[in-house]
């Protein structure tokens, strides 16, 4: 079975940090966009970031600009989304997406287009 699977999640204070990993499960990400999305109680899912399949492009949601990034390392067949200076309001379930065709400038814009999503991993930044 095709998927992707998150890991990284938990529990933090305000102030620390996580890092997230995407990993595919039955295929490679080396064609792949990825992209990071997180989805709040009672929210709608929004986008994170976005790594194009090289790795040389990236993009962010203008709020997590300096705390959040993200990167690949294609011959372990995994992306990161490294979190720091966590605020109470970055907590939600954090889910990863690829597709082959999205662009990074607009990777949020419609998210039917990607053809895999992981089932989320749940951080929580509280005291």
């Known amino acids: 079975q095709l998927q992707l699977v998150e890991s990284g999640g938990g529990l933090v204070q305000p102030g620390g940090s996580l890092r997230l990993s995407c990993k595919p499960s039955g295929f490679t990400l080396d064609y792949y966009a990825i992209a990071w999305f997180r989805q709040a109680p009672g929210k709608e899912r929004e986008g994170v970031s976005c790594i194009s399949s090289g790795g040389g492009d990236t993009n962010y949601a203008d709020s997590l600009k300096g705390r959040f990034t993200i990167s690949r390392d294609n011959a372990k067949n995994t992306v990161y989304l490294q979190m720091n200076s966590l605020k109470p309001e970055d907590t939600a379930v954090y889910y990863c997406?690829?597709?082959?065709?999205?662009?990074?400038?607009?990777?949020?814009?419609?998210?039917?287009?990607?053809?895999?999503w992981g089932q989320g991993t749940q951080v929580t930044v509280s005291s």
């Open positions: 997406a690829a597709d082959t065709h999205v662009y990074c400038p607009t990777f949020a814009v419609d998210l039917t287009e990607y053809d895999y």
